[in-house]
């Protein structure tokens, strides 16, 4: 059976193709009983509009770049959750693009997602600095971006969707601090992003403030897997380097690093306590349940939907930062079985 097209359904009710074209995009300069009889038409004959065309034909692609830099942890697909709650209702359809933390790949990707004419788009960069100018160059050329969890320079004038990252980290340390711990190593995250920095510095003022600060326990690596981790904690011991604790820049390096140390036959938290910043379920899947900074993810997907909806709607409408609360999950990896807070 050949697919019905917009001809046949003109043809069939002796109307224009312009006329049937606004029955399927709500548009005001229709009659309603029109737009019923040609929206029970098409049902009756299985006609499917070709929403990319009608979209196109007013003025809105009704597509959504997301562009991340891994979507190997729930991170970036439970952002998107939030993202979809809001923007699938309302017609939208979400592009997904993953950087692997690759600004080339992310340049590409950028644009690819201007080819498709997206109406915005919506990412988590993989570098602060290094594509700042195709930022603003996309901005120039009409298509809004918000930026959620990582962040560019101060300086493009950007809506995005943040926590306090140096003050949670700080939070972090003081509880490690505050359950005795007082070699407390920190796994950075690349210095290229500016939410590793952020909380590093967090982990500095307040193990400075204590008179507890070595900098040989800050501990920077190449990449945010597993397997990152590990390597620091191995490298760690291999220099006999003392510890009784370890605080992450996310789940995945803290993960890493406690598999290394309890193949090794060290016990979380009474030898080592560990905890982390991110807040993905995987710090439920592991055990010890993991410690972490909980950030709210689902609503960031949300805040971050509802900015580039804001942005869409009226391009000259100022640029907003919507700073998100995280909360402080305190589990065995730090309090122990018999010590839950």
Do not use: W
């Not at 709650?85 to 692997?100: E, F, N, T, V």
């Amino acid at each position: 059976m050949k697919r019905i097209t917009i001809k046949d359904l003109s043809k069939y009710l002796a109307l224009s193709t312009s006329t049937i074209s606004r029955a399927f995009v709500n548009d005001k300069n229709i009659h309603p009983e029109t737009k019923r009889i040609v929206l029970e038409a098409a049902e009756k004959l299985g006609y499917k509009p070709n929403s990319t065309a009608l979209n196109l034909k007013y003025g809105r692609s009704k597509n959504i770049g997301f562009v991340v830099p891994e979507m190997t942890t729930p991170f970036s697909s439970t952002v998107l959750r939030g993202i979809q709650q809001l923007l699938y209702p309302m017609g939208y359809r979400i592009i997904i693009m993953q950087s692997d933390e690759d600004p080339a790949i992310e340049r590409k990707n950028l644009s690819l997602l201007e080819e498709f004419n997206v109406d915005g788009i919506l990412i988590n960069l993989c570098h602060e600095t290094e594509n700042k100018d195709v930022y603003q160059k996309i901005i120039d050329n009409g298509i809004p971006m918000v930026f959620f969890d990582r962040i560019p320079p101060a300086s493009l004038d950007v809506s995005k969707v943040i926590i306090n990252d140096n003050m949670k980290a700080a939070l972090m340390v003081e509880h490690l601090v505050g359950i005795g711990k007082k070699r407390i190593v920190h796994i950075m995250g690349p210095v290229s992003v500016r939410n590793a920095t952020e909380r590093a510095m967090g982990y500095k003022r307040i193990l400075t403030k204590h008179g507890l600060f070595d900098p040989k326990l800050l501990c920077s690596t190449e990449g945010l897997h597993f397997n990152d981790g590990r390597k620091v904690v191995q490298q760690l011991l291999e220099k006999g380097i003392q510890f009784d604790s370890i605080f992450a820049f996310t789940d995945t390096l803290a993960i890493g690093a406690m598999n290394y140390l309890m193949e090794k036959g060290i016990r979380i938290p009474d030898q080592v306590a560990i905890a982390s910043f991110s807040g993905t379920e995987l710090a439920t899947m592991v055990y010890p349940p993991l410690t972490n900074v909980q950030q709210p993810l689902i609503i960031m997907g949300e805040k971050a939907a509802e900015l580039i909806l804001e942005k869409i709607k009226n391009p000259r409408v100022d640029c907003r930062t919507i700073l998100l609360d995280a909360e402080l999950i305190y589990r065995e990896s730090t309090v122990g079985i018999h010590h839950r807070h």
